[in-house]
Structures are given as structure tokens and as C-alpha cells.
């Protein structure tokens, strides 16, 4: 089946302008996760859905930064007034608890550019 | 905050050798996964691991969750194993914050 996809893969953008990445998760898995990686760097976790409880924001590193996952599926991560240090890579994971517990399964990533 | 320090931090191996990757971790762990992100940047799954053995292919995995480390064995290593292997853990007590290690950059000699 389909894995997860995020959009765009890349995007370029001015400093102080805001910006929303995608992320379609695994049809049917009901947990979502969003990581940044930066150049040469493991993985920072950012925030964490699953089904309908309160997310995890735990990993937001300023209020500019902030998440939406709608219906239970699709998620957007926003990010306000974009500075150069939040170029990186932004990965979404999802995963499905109701089988292999906390297996996560991880999209292409999108690459953001703040110039 | 709980600690994952991955070793060695780097590994050239000639095709054909053998490698142990080692991921140990602080505190105790209710998950804990082991990934490869190729030279692309796409991470793939290899191993969820909390505890115990698993084997797939030219790949394993041991995870001692009372002794707090985790070991990713490579054997007769192809071209195609280079990337990063990365080791991520759930904290027992940290919600779902998933808490990945540095990695091990890996690059295999044809």
C-alpha cells in the first residue's frame, strides 16, 4: 500500500514569512509524529497525534511552530515568520498502534530553505 | 532527559565485512527501533527491537533493555548498506517523545 507522503519536498522561502508542510500518514494508522533535521543531524521530535487525544507538543521549540492534524489523517505543520535556523529537514512518521505498537514508518521529508 | 549515544560515530568497511553498531541509552525504554536513512535521506525501517533478537537477512538485532544498550550486527556488508544507522528510543517515563542518537555514519568499499 500507499506510504507516507509529504509536499512539497522542497520549498524556498524569505525570512519572516510563513510557511505549512504536509503530511499524509499510512491510510488507517492512527498515531503521527513530526521531526526537523538539520544538515548532518539525527532527528529532533517536534510533536506527536494520536486518534483524538491532546498532542504531544513536548518538542516545539517557539511558539512559532504549530501543528493541525484534521480528521484524524492528513496533518499540517506551520511555521510562523521563518527564521534561517529553521532550515532543515522536516520528517513526518506515522505509525499504528494497534498492531506492531509504536512502529513508525517515515515519509520522504520536506526539505525547507529560509533564505 | 534521557541519553542515546550511538558508536562508532563513523565506519568505512571493504564489501564482504562484518560490523556491530551499538546504541546505548540512559534510562529504561518502553520502545526502541533501529533505522537506516540511505543516501537519499529516506529513513527505513531495519528493526523494532525493545528487547530480545530479531534476525532479517544479512541483518540482526539484540536489545539488553536491563543492561540499557542495543546492538545492530552487519554481515558480508554490500555497497548499498552505506548510510546512516540510526537508533531511536520511547521513553519509559517521556510521554511520546521518541529520542533518536546522533548515528552511525557507515560507507562500504566496493
Known amino acids: 500500500g500507499a506510504g507516507v507522503s509529504q509536499s512539497p519536498s522542497n520549498k524556498v522561502t524569505e525570512k519572516g514569512k510563513d510557511v505549512e508542510l504536509r503530511c499524509d500518514p499510512i491510510?488507517?494508522?492512527?498515531?503521527l509524529y513530526w521531526y526537523r533535521q538539520s544538515l548532518g543531524q539525527g532527528l529532533e521530535f517536534l510533536i506527536y497525534f494520536q486518534g483524538n487525544s491532546a498532542p504531544d507538543k513536548s518538542g516545539l521549540p517557539s511558539d512559532r511552530f504549530s501543528a493541525e492534524r484534521t480528521g484524524g489523517s492528513v496533518s499540517t505543520l506551520t511555521i510562523q515568520r521563518t527564521q534561517q535556523e529553521d532550515s532543515a529537514v522536516y520528517l513526518c512518521?506515522?505509525?499504528?498502534?494497534?498492531?506492531?505498537?509504536?512502529?513508525?514508518?517515515f515519509g520522504p521529508g520536506t526539505r525547507l530553505t529560509v533564505t | 532527559g534521557i541519553q542515546v549515544e550511538q558508536s562508532p560515530p563513523d565506519l568505512i568497511l571493504q564489501e564482504g565485512a562484518n560490523s556491530t553498531l551499538r546504541c546505548n541509552f540512559s534510562d529504561s525504554v518502553n520502545n526502541l527501533q533501529w533505522f537506516h536513512q540511505n543516501p537519499w535521506g529516506q529513513l527505513i525501517n531495519l528493526f523494532y527491537i525493545p528487547s530480545g533478537t530479531k534476525q532479517n537477512g544479512r541483518l540482526s538485532a539484540t536489545t539488553v533493555a536491563t543492561e540499557r544498550y542495543s546492538l545492530l550486527y552487519i554481515s558480508s556488508s554490500q555497497t548499498t548498506d552505506s548510510g546512516v544507522y540510526f537508533c531511536a528510543v520511547e521513553p519509559y517515563t517521556g510521554g511520546f517523545k521518541t529520542i533518536f542518537g546522533a548515528g552511525t555514519r557507515l560507507f562500504v568499499k566496493a
Open positions: 491510510s488507517g494508522h492512527t498515531a
Open positions: 512518521a506515522s505509525s499504528d498502534s494497534g498492531s506492531v505498537p509504536y512502529e513508525q514508518y
